[in-house]
């Protein structure tokens, strides 16, 4: 007989109705008898971990005394209420003596039934059980990569209108991931995997248009990629995702295509800056599950394109679009110029922030005209964000009367880290106009500044990085903005804080979550490239800070406006 059989107790010890615990090494077995026969199951139970030897038993039916979740032990552990199996072990009983075969099936075996029960739970938002299946394909040797692969696998072909939050968050959690040590590093992942379950949960797969042949339908490669764009801004929803889906059947290369997506996104201002955050962790994700899986993370950025705002449309930015009539910027020049004149960032900072829109463009225009390089202009713009975030008024939030709140100026950052990213990857005149669009975004959000401006920041000297956790589970902006600054500990212990901050179940939204991981994550990115703590700082605030998350009491307002006749923002 193979396998590991080890003796477990005596058929005396274990009579008809009776039940036994068995340890052996980090096991613990659950032993019962019934009329029909000895079984040997998991003492904890797959829900909660509460033992299972507590439990009543009725035929061959177990029930968990604390959750009632049911169990067959005549069909190995079967639940026939409440989540997913618990773990059998074979029974054989020898000369009055019953052994149990503790052997562990092999990760060949395990893994693809814990993939499936994975998706399973991701279809229940059952996050106990999301959160199991990926420690134990931990245990497998599993990478995080790979299980989140698993959950791309779900949420992509659901997106109704194409690349949101759920998936940005998923490619920050395993981006974050590597910031946690041991087994807490499933932390951020099982976080990004209940965001994608919660928000894309029982959606059914999004129908997309069939993959083209872009050289039989466009004539050449070239026009092809050139005409993407175009299909974008005209709305051509079906043509433009069957492009960009051929483009990747044919094997065009990931520098191409994502030129054509920067190009496109760049056009105007789409969404918020959301199409431009989606491109970078798209383009993040595949760097980290494989380019095989391009049809899968891409093509839902074409829907996501065309369906966002075009901000430049919108009063929003008249003044700047009259800006850039007047100036007329010639973009090809400005990216060959490398390095030329003296670039007074100090005063640059200052135009974006406190100048109005046309102040904000002259000063951006005029350094890259002076030869000043694009990476200068995005450090200082960078810096600038962060000030801006700073400065965020956090009554504003609070306050049910208006709009606005800490979701509008967390872009600043994460938009800038995106485009930082664009330049390094693709620095074309294309990718030139998001720098145009990225000043307009700082100088617009002054609206929201607390009167005061920033806040003064003493530096509380400190190094551990527990003191730092603790001022945003404390929701404490100012002593974490003050310990932030003082920290005097390894920078990853700091890193560490600010992503479990992010992490943990400080927010109950999953579009809060969304903006608490990406902004911790591009903080500490731009802070790197930076060298200062200032984006991590602003963003430490923003993650001790209350937020506001009445979404069903702000739609109620909304709707008793709507139905009363009165326009968004109309006060009379």
């Known amino acids: 007989m193979t396998g590991d059989w080890v003796p477990a107790v005596s058929t005396e010890d274990l009579p008809i109705g009776g039940r036994k615990l068995f340890r052996h090494y980090d096991k613990r077995i659950a032993l019962f008898r019934t009329e029909r026969d000895i079984y040997a199951i998991d003492n904890r139970c797959p829900h909660q971990g509460y033992a299972l030897l507590q439990g009543d038993v009725k035929g061959e039916q177990l029930t968990c005394a604390w959750h009632n979740w049911k169990f067959e032990l ?59 299946d990926t420690m134990r394909l931990r245990q497998l040797g ?40 041991g087994e807490l590093q499933a932390l951020p992942v099982v976080q990004g995997m209940s965001v994608v379950s919660q928000t894309e949960v029982r959606r059914p797969f999004r129908p997309r248009p069939d993959p083209i042949d872009p050289i039989e339908v466009y004539g050449d490669l070239e026009t092809a990629l050139a005409s ?107 990216v060959a110029r490398k390095n030329g004149g003296v670039f007074d960032s100090a005063a640059f900072r200052r135009s974006v922030l406190d100048g109005d829109d046309r102040t904000a463009f002259a000063a951006l225009n005029d350094a890259l005209a002076a030869g000043v390089s694009v990476e200068k202009v995005l450090d200082a713009t960078s810096l600038a964000a962060a000030e801006r975030f700073r400065r965020f008024d956090i009554d504003l939030d609070a306050d049910d009367t208006n ?21 390094k990857v693709d620095p074309t005149p294309e990718v030139l106009r998001g720098v145009y669009h990225a000043v307009w ?84 990115v731009e802070s790197e490239i930076l060298e200062t703590r200032e984006p991590m700082i602003a963003a430490g605030r923003f993650l001790a800070s209350p937020k506001r998350e009445r979404f069903v009491f702000n739609a109620t307002l909304e709707a008793i406006d709507f139905t009363k006749g009165r326009a968004r923002g109309d006060n009379t």
Not at 91 to 99: E, T
Request: glycine letters at 8%.
């Open 228 to 334: 993407y764009p175009l299909l974008v801004d005209d709305e051509r929803h079906a043509e433009a995702e069957a492009l960009m889906r051929g483009l990747i059947a044919t094997g065009v290369s990931p520098t191409l295509i994502r030129h054509a997506l920067l190009s496109a996104i760049t056009d105007h201002f789409l969404g918020y800056g959301h199409p431009m955050i989606y491109a970078q962790k798209s383009f993040e994700m595949l760097d980290k599950i494989g380019w095989e899986h391009a049809d899968t993370v891409l093509s839902p950025l074409v829907p996501n394109m065309i369906y966002s705002t075009r901000y430049d449309r919108l009063p929003y930015m008249t003044k700047f679009l009259r800006a850039w009539e007047d100036h007329d910027p010639d973009l090809e020049s400005f």
């Open 441 to 524: 975004f700082v100088n617009f959000t002054k609206q929201f500044d607390q009167k005061q401006g920033a806040d003064e920041v003493v530096p509380h000297p400190t190094v551990d990085a527990d003191e730092v956790l603790k001022s945003i589970r404390d929701k404490d902006p100012v002593g974490v903005q003050a310990k932030i600054a003082g920290f005097e500990g390894p920078k990853e212990d700091l890193h560490g804080a600010l992503a479990q901050g992010a992490s943990e179940d400080n927010s109950v939204a999953p579009i809060m979550i969304a903006h608490a991981v990406k902004t911790a994550r591009a903080s500490i």
């Open 403 to 423: 709009e606005w709140g800490w979701l509008d100026v967390t872009h600043n950052m994460t938009y800038l880290d995106a485009l930082r990213w664009a330049w």
């Open 74 to 132: 005549d069909e190995g552990g079967h639940c026939s209420f409440g989540g997913e199996a618990v773990r059998s072990y074979p029974v054989d009983v020898r000369g009055g003596q019953v052994f149990v075969d503790v052997t562990d099936p092999a990760a060949e075996v395990m893994a693809p039934q814990l993939f499936q029960s994975l998706i399973e739970a991701m279809g229940d938002v059952d996050v106990g059980r999301m959160a199991r």
């Open 142 to 181: 599993t990478p995080l990569a790979e299980v989140v692969k698993e959950g791309v696998n779900y949420g992509a072909p659901r997106m109704e209108y194409g690349w949101n939050h759920s998936m940005a968050t998923l490619t920050d959690c395993l981006n974050l991931a590597a910031l946690f040590e």
